[in-house]
Nanobody
Framework: QVQLVESGGGLVQTGGSLRLSCAAS????????MGWFRQAPGKEREFVTA????????NYAESVKGRFTISRDNAKNTVYLQMNSLKPGDTAVYYC?????????????????WGQGTQVTVSS
């Protein structure tokens, strides 16, 4: 079992940057593919990006390509989301998820473990 805790959210102006972190408990973190998802008010949770257990494979939603970067440090049991050139449309609660599996899939239902989320608000 994995427990996930996100941090790093906040209020930022359009064009600004934030770095989210997701700290995982457990000794098998390096076995998990990790993903970042977000949910805006009144909308379904949507895929943002994911990274394979080794860090060698990544997947990005078209809306964040070139602006967001996912990375992981297996020695620290942590996955990161660097968000640059933020837009008001990026405003949402951001969640990290974990799954046992090789593929960094965008399928929300493939992720078994979830954090509590961290709020990101981008002002115009």
């Amino acid at each position: 079992q994995v427990q996930l805790v996100e941090s790093g959210g906040g209020l930022v102006q359009t064009g600004g940057s934030l770095r989210l972190s997701c700290a995982a408990s457990g000794r098998t973190f390096s076995s998990y593919t990790m993903g970042w998802f977000r949910q805006a008010p009144g909308k379904e949770r949507e895929f943002v990006t994911a990274i394979s257990w080794s860090g060698g494979g990544t997947n990005y939603a078209e809306s964040v390509k070139g602006r967001f970067t996912i990375s992981r440090d297996n020695a620290k049991n942590t996955v990161y989301l660097q968000m640059n050139s933020l837009k008001p449309g990026d405003t949402a609660v951001y969640y990290c998820g974990a799954r046992l599996g090789v593929e960094p899939t965008r399928r929300t239902d493939y992720y078994r473990y979830w954090g509590q989320g961290t709020q990101v608000t981008v002002s115009s």
